[in-house]
């Protein structure tokens, strides 16, 4: 994830050259050092940090980085949100009730 533009630069990932900004981030969970939060925190003080994301279960290094970015996270889900949410989906999230509705 590039933290200036949201831009997804991982080679061979299925996001390459996608970006996330202001969209809901749908993704398995965190993978990686603690440089994660930190990155989670600069793509929110850039202007280029996804409006939600959603795990199959976070990890400490993506709930910090939502935590300290103000950023909504909803995990934990009775359905797999990989498999049921698809790119281009409206998608609505309430972190506070925990809740994903796809519409």
């Known amino acids: 994830m590039d933290p200036k533009t949201g831009d997804v630069v991982e080679k061979g990932h299925e996001l390459e050259g996608k970006n996330i900004k202001g969209k809901v981030l749908v ?21 280029a940090a996804p409006s939600a994301m959603i795990n199959i279960r976070a990890e400490p290094i993506v709930a910090v980085g939502a935590i300290i970015s103000d950023i909504p996270l909803v995990d934990r889900l009775e359905k797999d949100p990989v498999r049921m949410i698809k790119t281009g989906d409206r998608v609505l999230v309430d972190a506070n009730e925990g809740s994903v509705v796809i519409q």
């Open 27 to 47: 993704f398995p969970g965190g993978k990686g050092s603690t440089v994660g939060s930190y990155v989670i925190y600069q793509l929110k003080k850039n202007g």
